[in-house]
């Protein structure tokens, strides 16, 4: 099966809107890059943003919603952020702000953080499709990690050749801007550039007063998904268990579950990594609210997203 290039004036965009609300994949223009947008409220649909742009760690994902006010429904904004918002969306720009409780965004997307990255896009097909799912969207580039961002359609095709996933790109032509968005972390005082893109840092400058800089030198790198130690939880936790003991809780995977744990829960009973990723922040909270000595986790194999599953709980078991 191969994934179909559509143009939005041939396609009524239902289809694209139903593919969303499945739980599938599109590639979708923005005024950046393609993006490979699932509905960010569906843990799995997330998951599959992971798995197939074999994304190396739980690097976490933009959310892209219609307008402020949507986006004030998910996450803290403050003055800062209202001041930015109204300069520069819809636009190029990325705010990541704390996220609110009860927020229902996936926590995949945010990468077990509690923060969130946020942006309304300028692009009008982008928003057309965001404002008729009614949802917000998570979408990274829709490019295999690693490779070239995509600012064609042709770009997403020939990354993704042979896949199950996006089952559509809607045909924006070429990406205005082509390169991805500023994202501006306003959770520090001063606020920090994370990454620098088509809003300069200037012109965040003249809205907000001096950006901070990032101290890389304490091992504070850019990317939260480098960090050594993170998305730790407060219960220790215990990789490869063979055993598990009567005061600990299990996390499974696959059908042969190790008995005699206090608490057991299935990662995934049909070892799907897909799953796996689903569910492993979820469930690590659902057992981390004091009441076990450790958390215990089977095995999970080290191929496709199963690497960056393990990245994820190394990190987390890190001292
Ligand atoms: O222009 C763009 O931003 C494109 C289009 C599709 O919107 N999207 C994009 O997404 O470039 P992606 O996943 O390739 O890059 C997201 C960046 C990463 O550097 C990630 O670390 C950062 O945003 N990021 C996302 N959430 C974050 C958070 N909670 N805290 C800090 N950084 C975050
Ligand atoms: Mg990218």
């Known amino acids: 099966m191969s994934i179909k290039i559509v143009s939005p004036f041939a396609l009524p965009l239902h289809n694209a809107i139903n593919i969303l609300l499945a ?6 223009p923005t005024e950046t890059v393609y993006g490979l947008a699932a509905d960010a409220t569906n843990d799995q649909a997330v998951a599959k943003i992971f798995a197939l742009k074999n994304r190396p760690t739980f690097n976490p994902l933009i959310i892209h919603l219609a307008d402020a006010v949507l986006a004030e429904e998910y996450v803290m904004f403050d003055e800062r952020a209202r001041l930015l918002a109204k300069a520069f969306w819809p636009g190029p720009l990325t705010l990541v702000l704390a996220r609110k409780p009860g927020c229902a965004i996936s926590l995949l997307a945010s990468a077990g953080l509690n923060s969130l990255a946020v942006r309304v896009p300028a692009d009008p097909i982008a928003r057309k499709i965001i404002s008729d799912l009614k949802r917000p969207i998570a979408a990274p580039s829709a490019n295999p990690s690693g490779s070239l961002s995509p600012t064609r359609p042709e770009h ?152 960056a599953i393990n990245d994820r709980l190394k990190r987390a078991a890190q001292d």
């Not at 739980?23 to 979708?28: K, N, P, R, T, V």
């Open 23 to 28: 739980g599938d994949l599109i590639a979708i």
């Open 156 to 307: 997403v095709f020939k990354g993704f050749f042979g896949q199950s996933n996006p089952k559509l790109i809607v045909d924006g032509g070429a990406c205005q801007g082509g390169i991805e968005s500023t994202v501006v972390n306003l959770i520090t005082e001063p606020a920090t550039l994370l990454r620098p893109g088509l809003v300069s840092s200037e012109q965040i400058e003249s809205i907000i007063g001096p950006l901070g800089t990032l101290i890389e030198s304490d091992n504070k790198i850019l990317s939260p998904g480098q960090l050594l130690k993170h998305y730790a939880p407060q219960t220790k936790l215990r990789l490869n268990a063979n055993t598990v003991a009567n005061d600990e809780a299990l996390l499974a995977f696959g059908k042969a579950v190790l008995p005699g744990a206090a608490k057991t829960l299935n990662l995934s009973a049909t070892s799907n990594l897909v799953e796996v990723a689903a569910n492993l922040f979820a469930m690590l909270h659902e057992v981390d609210q004091g009441q076990f000595r450790a958390i215990a986790v089977m095995k999970i194999p080290m191929r496709g997203i199963g690497i």
